[in-house]
């Protein structure tokens, strides 16, 4: 499945994103999606992932209560609603597609990336 991030930009702290990612290929909903980030010189971060029919989310410990993680099967979406954003959320922000239907938290379990999108937060 391909995939491409949107969304990101610059905010300051207290406010809210959305990031989306549009996937292409039928088989959409048969993926377990993620979400990572990643700053320079550090590893990929997970931050959230969903389960195939979305009925399963989980979540970072950063992030758990601030982010949340939905899809749209009939669309081939899936977004992270972003809200009280810190300055140490500042980092390129990735979507992945995983054939483990429940999705996982290890980047090594996701074959396919889309291609980042920018988030800076200001203080």
């Known amino acids: 499945v391909q995939l491409q991030a949107s969304g990101g930009g610059l905010v300051q702290a207290g406010g809210s994103l959305r990031l989306s990612c549009a996937a292409s290929?039928?088989?959409?909903?048969?993926?377990?999606m993620g979400w990572f980030r990643q700053v320079p010189g550090k590893e990929r971060e997970f931050v959230g992932g969903i389960s195939w029919s979305g009925e399963f989310t989980y979540y970072a410990d950063s992030v758990k209560g601030r982010f949340t993680i939905s899809r749209d099967n009939a669309k081939n979406t899936v977004a992270l609603q972003m809200n009280s954003l810190k300055p140490e959320d500042t980092a390129v922000y990735y979507c992945?597609?995983?054939?483990?239907?429940?999705?996982?938290?290890?980047?090594?379990?996701?074959?396919?990336w889309g291609q980042g999108t920018l988030v800076t937060v200001s203080s």
């Open positions: 290929g039928r088989t959409f909903s048969s993926y377990g």
């Open positions: 992945a597609a995983t054939t483990n239907s429940n999705g996982s938290s290890l980047p090594r379990n996701y074959r396919d």
